[in-house]
């Protein structure tokens, strides 16, 4: 079946530095996809929807100069996480729809620490 | 997307079925009824979803009410491997392809 990676898995950076979180879709293209962010003990937010060759659209309260979308190709997407704090500290999520069916598939999630 | 509302938490004895309830009372004509469920640490991962009629597949079953105000995730036989959260979310079929997560359901599964 269809899938979608995210990597890295885990990572700890320091207070101020950049991350770059990787969504790739295997073995289908997606001309969108979505990040979501999830605190512990809480559900999925939705940050992002990334567009393949156009700019990302972003939800309320979510700092598009701070979480950078770019979307290169119709099966990568990357999530950059500019000047991280400790308070960016979370799980990240990327997921692709299955356009035949509306299906998302999800990656495997990236959990980021920031010290 | 309309809102769902589902029980915080529920348990469920190894090897019994379990209904996860969810309503949905003010669900429009074209919002389908997707379910998904996260395990721990990992992405959220697709269950089943249907419109207006009963659905199966190989995890579960879907049941849906008359109405539609309301529908039932039922998973035949619960292993220790489904104790996950349970979400139940709408999703127009015109509307984008992106998911709004509610709370969702902590099943806990009892050896």
């Known amino acids: 079946g269809a899938v979608v990676s995210q990597h890295p898995s885990r990572v700890i950076c320091k207070s101020g530095t950049s991350v770059k979180i990787e969504c790739r879709s295997l073995?289908?293209?997606?001309?969108?996809m979505f990040w979501y962010r999830q605190f512990p003990k809480q559900s999925l937010m939705l940050m992002a929807t990334?567009?393949?060759?156009?700019?990302?659209?972003?939800e309320q309260g979510v700092e598009k100069d701070k979480f950078l979308i770019n979307h290169a190709s119709l099966t990568l997407s990357t999530l950059t996480v500019t000047s991280a704090h400790p308070e960016d500290s979370s799980f990240y999520i990327c997921?692709?729809?299955?356009?035949?069916?509306?299906?998302?598939?999800f990656g495997e999630g990236s959990r980021l620490t920031v010290l | 997307d309309a809102k769902t509302t589902q029980p915080n938490s529920m348990e469920s004895n190894e090897e019994e079925p379990v209904h996860l309830p969810c309503n949905h009372s003010?669900?429009?004509?074209?919002?389908?009824i997707h379910w998904y469920r996260q395990l721990p640490s990992q992405g959220p991962e697709y269950v089943i979803h249907?419109?207006?009629s009963n659905v199966n597949n190989r995890m579960a079953s879907l049941a849906i009410a008359e109405d539609r105000k309301s529908s039932t995730l039922i998973l035949h036989r619960a292993t220790l491997r489904d104790a996950a959260v349970y979400y139940c979310?709408?999703?127009?079929?015109?509307?984008?392809?992106?998911?709004?997560f509610g709370t969702g359901t902590r099943l806990t599964v009892i050896p």
């Open positions: 997921s692709a729809p299955i356009s035949s069916t509306g299906e998302l598939f």
């Open positions: 073995d289908f293209q997606a001309t969108t």
């Open positions: 990334s567009n393949e060759g156009s700019k990302a659209t972003y």
């Open positions: 003010t669900i429009s004509g074209t919002d389908y």
């Open positions: 249907g419109l207006t």
């Open positions: 979310i709408l999703r127009d079929s015109g509307g984008a392809n992106n998911l709004f």
